[in-house]
């Protein structure tokens, strides 16, 4: 089945500065989230994007299909957006596969 | 509108019982999927419903069964409860039958077998 591999694991940063997560998947996809685990648990969509470029305030996605992958940007960090950013991906039509996570820790 | 509940919050069962998990999708959203979140690994897929009918099932064991019901709303049932049953489930809503829509989470039952 398809891999999702998912980097960096862990990321601390400064309150302000700014990073870049990767996705990369082994096959070709037709569906790509990314999404934030908050500290109790819930998922919260943050992009739906199999394919091209969005931005949302802080928050960018770029995904290149064709290459098998896709970045997340985020702008000038807060506290907040501290959490687990997961990557998941659909190369049939009824399920995801998540990656392994990124855990991102934001210090004030 | 109300995004997807989920309900109990939070649950402790002993090994060898019977839980049933429910979830209500968003208003118009016709597909329910359930995943298993085992501490510190990503959402695994468990099943996927629409209009009523299983779509999918994960590579889970017939312990794990789910339904739909007329206003789309699902359970999920889980017989024979083990250790490794402890999780946290989550419910997934989307529009159509097809992910090309994204999902949307509920915020998950955390059930504990002891």
């Known amino acids: 089945g398809i891999q999702v591999e998912q980097s960096p694991p862990d990321l601390i940063l400064q309150e302000g500065a700014n990073s870049t997560l990767r996705c990369n998947f082994s096959?070709?996809?037709?569906?790509l989230q990314w999404f934030h685990q908050n500290p109790w648990g819930q998922l919260i969509n943050l992009f739906y994007?199999?394919?091209g470029t969005k931005q949302n305030g802080r928050l960018s996605a770029t995904t290149v299909a064709t290459e098998r992958y896709s970045l997340l940007y985020i702008s000038s960090s807060q506290t907040t957006d501290s959490g687990v950013y997961f990557c998941?991906?659909?190369?049939?039509?009824?399920?995801?596969?998540f990656g392994t996570g990124t855990r991102l820790k934001v210090l004030a | 509108d109300a995004g997807v509940t989920q309900s109990p919050t939070h649950l402790i069962k002993t090994r060898g019982q019977h839980v049933t998990l429910r979830c209500s999708p968003i208003?118009?959203?016709?597909?329910v999927s359930w995943y298993q979140q085992v501490l510190g690994q990503g959402p695994q897929f468990i099943f996927q419903?629409?209009?009523?009918?299983?779509?999918g099932r994960g590579n889970f064991p017939d312990r794990f069964s789910a339904r739909q019901f007329p206003n789309y709303s699902s359970e999920l049932n889980v017989n024979a409860l083990l250790l490794g049953d402890s999780a946290l489930y989550l419910c997934?809503?989307?529009?159509?039958?097809?992910?090309?829509?994204?999902?949307?989470f509920g915020s998950g039952t955390r059930l504990t077998v002891v």
């Open positions: 208003s118009g959203h016709k597909s």
């Open positions: 419903y629409y209009e009523k009918e299983e779509r």
């Open positions: 096959d070709s996809v037709n569906n």
């Open positions: 994007i199999p394919s």
């Open positions: 998941a991906v659909c190369s049939g039509t009824y399920k995801y596969i």
């Open positions: 997934a809503s989307s529009l159509g039958g097809y992910l090309r829509y994204g999902y949307t």
